[in-house]
């Protein structure tokens, strides 16, 4: 009885980090301008968009399992399941501006 008190304690006091498990991944800043940008520029614009894509990817990843676990548990409530929900939009939205604007600086870039 004495192992299970702390063991408890010590598992209710981590609870709050358990939501904390996914993190979202932060926009690539600094992206090239395809107007002025040379071959190299561009290059690494690429491999930022493409790390932040694969970022993303393991993001919505987490956030799937996160959901299959809370379902499975029957831990979930409503308010959890908003949360996800909205983080899950927010990094396709994410994802689609950082596209859109990396896209759009491909072309410029290819005009010239």
């Not at 010590?10 to 498990?21: M, V």
């Not at 979202?24 to 690494?44: E, H, R, W």
């Not at 393991?58 to 308010?79: F, P, W």
């Not at 990396?102 to 410029?108: G, I, L, M, N, R």
Request: aromatic share 8%.
């Amino acid at each position: 009885m004495r192992f299970l008190i702390p063991v408890f304690f010590i598992l209710f006091s981590l609870a709050p980090f358990a939501n904390a498990a996914c993190i979202l991944p932060l926009k690539p800043l600094n992206l090239a301008d395809g107007a002025v940008a040379d071959v190299d520029d561009m290059n690494v614009s690429k491999r930022r968009v493409e790390r932040y894509m694969e970022d993303s990817q393991r993001y919505l990843k987490c956030l799937d399992t996160m959901d299959k676990t809370a379902i499975g548990t029957g831990r979930d409530n409503d308010e959890r399941r908003r949360k996800r929900i909205t983080n899950y939009n927010t990094a396709h939205k994410n994802m689609s501006e950082v596209l859109s604007v990396y896209d759009a600086s491909v072309a410029e870039f290819n005009q010239r």
